[in-house]
């Protein structure tokens, strides 16, 4: 053979260890959902779809907020440094498939922090699920969600099933307030339906009265039609209405205008804890109830994460569900740390290892408790209290 055939052969050879050493041609992924790859220097991309426009921006950027925290606080994952991009749910199912098809058509994005709203929720769950995505909602608690006939694939929440939040609203009402008749009130979204709805079945189940569950329509602003309907049915000595900030701020300063319902004791929920809500209500909100998250967290990881917030914010939390986005993020970050392959300077994370990895979360510390997963996605360590707005302020009062 010549001896210009052995020099290319030689070179062929480094050539070939070259790109071994460098992992151009080692990784083969065997992933069923596929893989995403990072190469040296690429930062790892996850996507938020929280709602960060209209009346209820106050909760999703507070869960923006936390998760931005999470990635100051994490810094980098296996040499990678960490991207987001923000998506914005709109807080309905319009927003929420618009965004998820945004999100899945980016192949560098790994997983999703979202969705703020259980409405902008249920199709984007859809969405990421059959793309082989894995979300993680920081907010979302209608229990469809997590319905073992109804869930998707690559959903998981930090937040509570409203089947909790909705009992504890009614054992405070039956048992602390002593209230035997109830109504709710709803807008067809299906975390207001949800938790109405277990709201009314518990407290029927306790012994009390539900004189009426009826809706509103979103975007509605006169409300007197169906107030003076709950009105006709009872008066009720107490009406629930776990809606959003727009339609709870003109149910709260209605209510106080139409006959039999002067003495009835309104109360909503965590879709109206915010600076926003506080602001719509006025002063016809003084006094009302909220149910919501137990905040009362404690230990020197939230300490860190309020001085952090204040810090990088120039105020303190300005909805419920900052911690609870600060864990999903982290929950993402611990399993690409556990799944991920580096291999040459490149990192590999197979989406369903990833998946299962979250779904397998068990007595993961989080700033909200020790956070273990079902098969459903149901991650909460559910912790609920009850708060009333006092002088302009939510003061927590139960338990």
Same mark, same amino acid.
């Given at each position: 053979?010549?001896?210009?055939?052995?020099?290319?052969?030689?070179?062929?050879?480094?050539?070939?260890?070259?790109?071994?050493?460098?992992?151009?041609?080692?990784?083969?992924?065997?992933?069923?959902?596929?893989?995403?790859?990072?190469?040296?220097?690429?930062? #790892?991309?996850?996507?938020?779809?929280?709602?960060?426009?209209?009346?209820?921006?106050?909760?999703? /950027?507070?869960? !923006?907020? %936390? =998760?931005?925290?999470?990635?100051?606080?994490?810094?980098?994952?296996?040499?990678?440094?960490?991207?987001? @991009?923000?998506?914005?749910?709109?807080?309905?199912?319009?927003?929420?498939?618009?965004?998820? !098809?945004?999100?899945?058509?980016?192949?560098?994005?790994?997983?999703? =922090? %979202? &969705?703020?709203?259980?409405?902008?929720?249920?199709?984007?769950?859809?969405?990421?699920?059959?793309?082989?995505?894995?979300?993680?909602?920081?907010?979302? /608690?209608?229990?469809?969600?997590?319905?073992?006939?109804?869930?998707?694939?690559?959903?998981?929440? &930090?937040?509570?099933?409203?089947?909790?939040?909705?009992?504890?609203?009614?054992?405070?009402?039956?048992?602390?307030?002593?209230?035997?008749?109830?109504?709710?009130?709803?807008?067809?979204?299906?975390?207001?339906?949800?938790?109405?709805? =277990?709201?009314?079945?518990?407290?029927?189940?306790?012994?009390?009265?539900?004189?009426?569950?009826?809706?509103?329509?979103?975007?509605? /602003?006169?409300?007197?039609?169906?107030? &003076?309907? =709950?009105?006709?049915?009872?008066?009720?000595?107490?009406?629930?209405?776990?809606?959003?900030?727009?339609?709870?701020?003109?149910? /709260?300063?209605?209510?106080?205008?139409?006959?039999?319902?002067?003495?009835?004791?309104?109360?909503?929920?965590?879709?109206?804890?915010?600076?926003?809500?506080?602001?719509?209500?006025?002063?016809?909100?003084?006094?009302?109830?909220?149910?919501?998250?137990?905040?009362?967290?404690?230990? @020197?990881?939230?300490?860190?994460?309020?001085?952090?917030?204040?810090?990088?914010?120039?105020?303190?939390? #300005?909805?419920?569900?900052?911690?609870?986005?600060?864990?999903?993020?982290?929950?993402?970050?611990?399993?690409?740390?556990?799944?991920?392959?580096?291999?040459?300077?490149?990192?590999?994370?197979?989406?369903?290892?990833?998946?299962?990895?979250?779904?397998?979360?068990?007595?993961?510390? %989080?700033?909200?408790?020790?956070? &273990?997963?079902?098969?459903? %996605?149901?991650?909460?360590?559910?912790?609920?209290?009850?708060?009333?707005?006092?002088?302009?302020?939510?003061?927590?009062?139960?338990?």
């Amino acid at each position: 053979m010549s001896k210009r055939f052995f020099i290319i052969l030689g070179l062929l050879v480094v050539a070939g260890l070259v790109l071994t050493a460098c992992g151009g041609s080692t990784f083969e992924c065997d992933d069923p959902l596929g893989c995403v790859t990072y190469e040296d220097g690429d930062p #790892i991309r996850i996507a938020s779809a929280l709602v960060i426009s209209g009346p209820n921006t106050d909760l999703g /950027t507070d869960s !923006q907020y %936390g =998760v931005e925290i999470a990635i100051d606080f994490k810094g980098e994952i296996m040499g990678h440094s960490i991207e987001l @991009q923000a998506e914005d749910d709109g807080c309905s199912a319009e927003g929420g498939q618009t965004a998820g !098809q945004k999100i899945v058509a980016d192949p560098s994005i790994v997983a999703v =922090v %979202g &969705t703020s709203c259980s409405g902008a929720g249920v199709p984007m769950s859809k969405v990421v699920s059959e793309a082989g995505y894995s979300m993680v909602s920081p907010s979302n /608690t209608a229990p469809s969600l997590t319905d073992p006939a109804l869930h998707e694939a690559g959903y998981l929440r &930090t937040a509570h099933n409203d089947k909790v939040q909705g009992r504890a609203m009614a054992e405070f009402a039956y048992n602390e307030l002593g209230l035997t008749s109830a109504a709710a009130i709803h807008d067809g979204d299906p975390y207001t339906e949800g938790l109405a709805r =277990v709201f009314a079945d518990e407290f029927e189940a306790l012994g009390g009265t539900i004189v009426e569950f009826t809706a509103v329509n979103k975007g509605d /602003t006169d409300m007197r039609p169906v107030l &003076t309907s =709950v009105a006709a049915a009872g008066p009720p000595e107490f009406l629930y209405y776990p809606v959003f900030t727009a339609e709870g701020g003109f149910l /709260t300063k209605q209510a106080k205008e139409v006959a039999g319902l002067e003495n009835t004791v309104l109360a909503a929920a965590d879709g109206m804890i915010s600076q926003a809500a506080i602001d719509a209500v006025g002063e016809a909100g003084e006094g009302m109830y909220f149910s919501g998250p137990d905040l009362s967290f404690s230990g @020197q990881v939230y300490d860190d994460f309020l001085a952090k917030y204040v810090e990088k914010y120039g105020s303190d939390p #300005i909805s419920v569900f900052h911690a609870h986005s600060f864990d999903a993020a982290n929950m993402i970050f611990a399993c690409v740390e556990e799944v991920g392959v580096e291999d040459g300077g490149a990192l590999h994370i197979g989406r369903q290892a990833l998946r299962d990895c979250l779904f397998a979360t068990s007595s993961f510390s %989080g700033i909200t408790g020790s956070i &273990t997963c079902d098969q459903y %996605g149901d991650c909460a360590d559910p912790k609920i209290s009850v708060s009333q707005l006092n002088n302009g302020e939510y003061e927590r009062i139960w338990p």
